[in-house]
């Protein structure tokens, strides 16, 4: 089995290059922004309690994510690996995240860091909430907040692997197929 974390602001690219990613290598991809948004139209109790927070631009507290990817990884016993994108957001995740993957005799390959500069972090959402219908991308202030949020709580995550040397910082800026080049080249270097 073999686990990668994509990781990176708002905006950076996870998402576009996860579909990618997990088709080439044949990972279950779980995105805990895109599990939490099929709960907000499912109307469920978690999703309008997330949807508050969402909105805002703030993360949804820990025990609620950890708990959705910990019924994630119970319901895909047959995976290969897994892709986790937008997860995990905080230290507390990330050595949740560790420990759940331990319980599966696994543990993480490689955390691939996308770096994009805030002007063309705002710049990608901003044009992307002109028909993305998402609330969040909707004005400048909760994008903004959705940085800093990111800078306050969730870099420190890339830090925590650093510590196990499992981090590449990859230029997230250039064309979709450069950046899947070379987010290629670092998994195949460490699978
Ligand atoms: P989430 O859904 O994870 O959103 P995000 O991290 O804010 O990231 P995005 O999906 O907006 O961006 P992305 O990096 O995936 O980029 P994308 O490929 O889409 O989270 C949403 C919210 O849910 C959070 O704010 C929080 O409230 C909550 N949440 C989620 N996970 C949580 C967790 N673990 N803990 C607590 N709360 C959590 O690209 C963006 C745009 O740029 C697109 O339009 C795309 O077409 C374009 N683009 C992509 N690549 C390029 C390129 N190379 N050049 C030009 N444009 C590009």
Request: glycine letters at 8%; charged letters at 30%; hydrophobic letters at 40%.
């Amino acid at each position: 089995m073999f686990n990668i974390i994509l990781f990176g602001p708002p905006g950076s690219g996870k998402g576009t290059q996860s579909e990618r990613l997990v088709l080439k290598y044949g990972l279950k991809h779980l995105s805990t922004g895109d599990i939490l948004r099929s709960e907000i139209a499912s109307q469920t109790p978690l999703g309008l309690e997330a949807k508050n927070l969402m909105d805002k631009g703030q993360l949804v507290p820990d025990e609620v994510v950890i708990g959705m990817i910990s019924s994630a990884l119970e319901n895909n016993p047959q995976a290969k690996g897994f892709l986790f994108d937008g997860f995990p957001r905080t230290e507390a995740q990330a050595e949740a995240l560790d420990k759940l993957l331990k319980l599966k005799q696994t543990e993480i390959g490689v955390v691939l860091a996308l770096i994009v500069s805030e002007e063309e972090l705002v710049q990608r959402l901003l044009n992307r909430g002109l028909t993305s219908g998402r609330p969040d991308d909707n004005n400048v202030e909760v994008i903004r907040a959705r940085i800093t949020e990111y800078h306050k709580k969730t870099s420190v995550v890339a830090d925590y692997y650093r510590k196990f040397n499992k981090v590449f910082d990859i230029p997230g800026e250039g064309t979709v197929d450069e950046i899947f080049e070379s987010l290629c080249e670092k998994i195949d270097e460490r699978m």
